[in-house]
């Protein structure tokens, strides 16, 4: 089942990863599609991919930014039936005494606030179109995971403000949902990967395989994978799914 032709989407944090499978997914499903992104150079690369592409630069952290982003999607799509939140930074990976207090705010302010700022900005327009929310999270928002505290602590408060949003947005017939990924097949897993190897001491390729082994399937998720998800939950098939934690991880059982 695949979303309807012609769904007006955002999607934060659009040009690279996750994001940009989304936003390429999406459009191979008919979808018209705002990003944005904080690298000035690659969002005009990745609009100019694709004629009718249409963008924005935009830090989400910053209310006044936010405002920008969604007066300016508005305006390219005249308006909105889906915000996908996926915007997000991966944090330090420290133990809890060595993190910078400023690297903790600075994660909470993106992965978090970020995606409360765009949510609270949009609702006007979803509730308009009976749109949907689809909040990228991550397995590290329903599992501890060591070295990564500030990371999940973010995750896991994207997990609250996702039920909040369904039950606030629901009687309005806005749909919220959140996917959570696990190990995805990626530059930033490879960076925390080596980050997280160099604080325990250890080799990358012994940590990689002590990431899969945390895994039923033993295996990595692709960007691809996730977006089809995402699409899914778009879809007709997905119209009385909300509120709801996806995980898309090969089953992890453990960080």
């Known amino acids: 089942m695949r979303p309807r032709p012609g769904l007006r989407v955002l999607v934060t944090g659009?040009?690279?990863g996750i994001g940009r499978a989304v936003t390429e997914v999406l459009e191979a499903f008919d979808a018209?599609?705002?990003?944005?992104?904080?690298?000035?150079?690659?969002?005009?690369?990745?609009?100019?991919?694709?004629?009718?592409?249409?963008?924005t630069a935009c830090d989400v952290s910053s209310a006044e930014q936010v405002g920008h982003l969604v007066a300016e999607a508005e305006a390219a799509l005249g308006g909105l039936d889906v915000l996908v939140n996926n915007a997000g930074i991966a944090g330090p990976t420290a133990r809890l005494e060595?993190?910078?207090?400023v690297e903790w705010t600075r994660t909470l302010e993106i992965d978090l606030t970020g995606a409360f700022l765009c949510a609270q900005r949009t609702a006007p327009l979803l509730k308009a179109s009976r749109g949907a929310v689809v909040n990228i999270s991550s397995v590290a928002g329903r599992l501890g995971y060591a070295l990564r505290s500030p990371y999940n602590a973010a995750k896991f408060g994207l997990r609250g403000l996702t039920e909040s949003m369904a039950r606030e947005l629901g009687p309005d017939g806005v749909r919220v949902n959140e996917v959570l990924p696990g190990f995805v097949d990626s530059d930033r897993l490879n960076r925390t990967t080596a980050a997280r190897a160099e604080a325990m001491g250890r080799p990358f390729a012994e940590v990689e395989q002590g990431l899969l082994a945390k895994t039923s399937l033993?295996?990595?998720?692709?960007?691809?994978?996730v977006a089809l998800l995402v699409a899914y939950l778009l879809s007709p098939a997905a119209a009385t799914i909300s509120g709801q934690s996806l995980s898309i991880c090969g089953n992890v059982e453990y960080l």
């Open 14 to 16: 659009g040009t690279s």
């Open 98 to 101: 060595d993190v910078d207090p």
């Open 218 to 225: 033993r295996t990595k998720v692709s960007e691809q994978e």
């Open 32 to 55: 018209r599609v705002h990003v944005c992104g904080t690298d000035r150079d690659r969002l005009a690369g990745f609009l100019t991919a694709r004629p009718g592409r249409t963008g």
